[in-house]
């Protein structure tokens, strides 16, 4: 079983749209929650992190957190064609390396 | 403040050969871990050094090395290259120790192996 585990995609929305994604992952011990957006051919840049159940919100994004169900997702309120990346989530528990996701692609149509 | 920078940007190698990548975190930072991304798939740990020291090595052959200097800075050393090893390296840097471990990127390094 994969430590951390994404929809591959591509994801397509609609411009102003909300684009939803989704993550689990194995290890019940982790304890930090990232999501990174990355660019083709760039590296990867920090949008969230989440540490405790619930939701997090910063301007157009939402992370939500569920440790009993081992899920987090990102939720981009009024997609924009610049949101057009691929969108990692990654674990992290403490001592521990952090783990990335193959990684969700999304495409937002004007 | 400058980020973490990382050299060189690209670089072209044959099968066999060693290459060493250079990478300097981010003011403060005490964290350096490498990781390696194959087009179409998540970063895959390799190392992690915090105050000089190992902490971390994922499921890398020993052909793989790194070490952490004082000032912080790390190099990645990979021996015998393989036409497999051709990715895009990154280095990300970290507060460490007790910090919740945000990871912050490099540009990164494309290596190609002909």
């Known amino acids: 079983q994969k430590e951390v585990e994404q929809n591959s995609g591509p994801l397509s929305v609609p411009e102003g749209a909300i684009a939803s994604l989704n993550c689990t992952y194995s290890?019940?011990?982790?304890?930090?929650f990232f999501w990174y957006r990355q660019y083709s051919g760039k590296s990867p840049e920090l949008i969230m992190s989440?540490?405790?159940?619930g939701d997090k919100e910063d301007g157009r994004f939402t992370a939500q957190l569920n440790k009993a169900s081992q899920y987090v997702s990102l939720l981009i309120r009024d997609s924009q064609p610049s949101d057009s990346a691929t969108y990692l989530c990654?674990?992290?528990?403490?001592?521990?390396?952090?783990?990335f996701g193959p990684g969700t692609s999304l495409s937002v149509i004007p | 403040d400058a980020g973490v920078t990382q050299s060189p940007t690209h670089l072209i190698k044959t099968r066999g050969q060693h290459v060493t990548l250079r990478c300097s975190p981010i003011?403060?930072?005490?964290?350096v871990s490498w990781y390696q991304q194959v087009l179409g798939q998540g970063p895959q740990f390799i190392f992690q050094?915090?105050?000089?020291?190992?902490?971390g090595r994922g499921n890398f052959p020993d052909r793989f090395s790194a070490r952490q200097f004082p000032n912080y800075s790390s190099e990645l050393n990979v021996n015998a290259l393989l036409l497999g090893d051709s990715a895009l390296y990154l280095c990300?840097?970290?507060?460490?120790?007790?910090?919740?471990?945000?990871?912050?990127f490099g540009a990164g390094t494309r290596l190609s192996v002909l």
């Open positions: 990300a840097s970290s507060l460490g120790g007790a910090a919740k471990n945000i990871q912050y």
């Open positions: 290890d019940r011990v982790s304890q930090s």
């Open positions: 989440i540490y405790s159940n």
């Open positions: 990654a674990s992290h528990r403490s001592g521990d390396k952090v783990i």
């Open positions: 003011s403060g930072h005490k964290s």
């Open positions: 050094y915090y105050e000089k020291e190992e902490r």
